[in-house]
């Protein structure tokens, strides 16, 4: 494959910003877990074979290399390898070997619910020096069990308690809904007694599971209230962490409307900008959790989607103001909080997100 025209890209992005692409790179749809609040609606999608991983990278370097020749020869690509669950994929670690060997142009990390990282796994990923693991923690033992299996606690903190005995840095990362945010207080204690790096959580997103359940959104998406309810806990509990002088733990408030309750920068969708998605057939989304497709890299490069849709064009617009953001004061810093909630809810990226405070109401 010709991976991109040079010249024409220089052509249409001599005056755009030069940034360190991350690539969301979903591997498989297939999974040993059956979340209540995933995102996926089958687990069908094996995946491609090594060859063609190997393809996806190359393109990915490609980009890389691309934003290198516009000035800043040491920008560093990111991939993020998740699924389904990675671990299950065929030809996974030969993947990781090969991305490991190109570490001059990429980091790499891995999302996982890490029921299946044992000591063997942890001396392979020790000896690929990954960026981070992050794993998925949805409460006390209780609840957590009862989003995403029986046993599933048990395996996924035996498996923290692994990583960091190797001093691999682990993120948890916290789903909240309607039934499980008021715990986040306990996953914060969880990750504290564990010695995870960081923890950090974002709204469900009503898509696969999330929607096809028996379960109303009105039963698992936070509402206004809820969600500054929510940021306000966060709020506590990274006060705690900082003040604990025995825990490395740290809260990151980094997430759509979390600024109005932190000391963080004000976070804004990258989506389509330094963020892009690739599912498991080769279909380049935005965001995974906003499901437009763009393309597919094996049917055009990666760079050329990049830079020619006009959905994702339009996404990396900095003129565009979300409807009822017009008259706030971050709307050119925020720029309409979390895009997939919006679209989610509305069938519109280009709406309020629906648990903003500020701003008028859109419907």
């Given at each position: 494959m010709k991976y991109f025209d040079l010249s024409k890209l220089i052509f249409s992005t001599k005056k755009k910003k030069v940034i360190a692409p991350h690539l969301q790179w979903h591997l498989t749809d297939k999974c040993n877990l059956r979340c209540s609040h995933c995102y996926q609606d089958d687990y069908i999608e094996a995946g491609t074979d090594l060859d063609k991983m190997l393809d996806i990278l190359e393109q990915f370097k490609c980009l890389v290399l691309f934003f290198r020749d516009q000035g800043k020869p040491n920008i560093k690509g990111h991939i993020t390898l998740t699924g389904g669950e990675p671990l299950v994929k065929k030809g996974f670690y030969e993947l990781l070997v090969e991305i490991n060997r190109l570490k001059e142009y990429f980091t790499f990390s891995i999302l996982t619910n890490a029921t299946l990282i044992d000591i063997v796994w942890v001396q392979k990923l020790k000896s690929l020096?990954?960026?981070y693991i992050q794993v998925s923690l949805d409460g006390d033992k209780n609840k957590h069990d009862e989003i995403r299996g029986q046993g599933s606690f048990e395996k996924s903190t035996k498996a923290i308690k692994l990583l960091r005995s190797a001093n691999i840095r682990v993120l948890v990362s916290f789903t909240a809904t309607k039934m499980n945010y008021l715990l986040f207080s306990s996953v914060s204690a969880i990750c504290r007694r564990l010695d995870v790096n960081f923890l950090w959580s974002d709204r469900l997103i009503p898509e696969g599971n999330?929607?096809?359940?028996?379960?109303?959104?009105?039963e698992m998406l936070l509402n206004k209230e809820e969600t500054n309810q929510f940021f306000k806990l966060m709020r506590y509990e990274a006060d705690i962490c900082k003040k604990d002088k025995n825990s490395v733990t740290r809260i990151r408030m980094h997430r759509a409307l979390q600024f109005q309750y932190s000391d963080d920068n004000i976070y804004r969708c990258v989506a389509g900008?330094?963020?892009?998605t690739i599912m498991p057939n080769g279909d380049l989304y935005p965001c995974r959790r906003m499901p437009v497709k763009v393309g597919n890299v094996f049917e055009n490069s990666l760079a050329s989607i990049y830079f020619e849709s006009p959905f994702l064009r339009k996404l990396r617009d900095k003129n565009t103001t979300s409807l009822g953001c017009e008259k706030c004061e971050h709307n050119k810093s925020c720029r309409g909080g979390l895009k997939c909630l919006s679209y989610?809810?509305?069938?519109?990226?280009?709406?309020?997100?629906p648990g903003c405070l500020l701003g008028k109401e859109v419907v």
């Open positions: 020096n990954p960026k999330a929607k096809s359940k028996n379960i109303s959104e009105n900008e330094t963020l892009i989610a809810t509305y069938g519109n990226a280009y709406k309020k997100d």
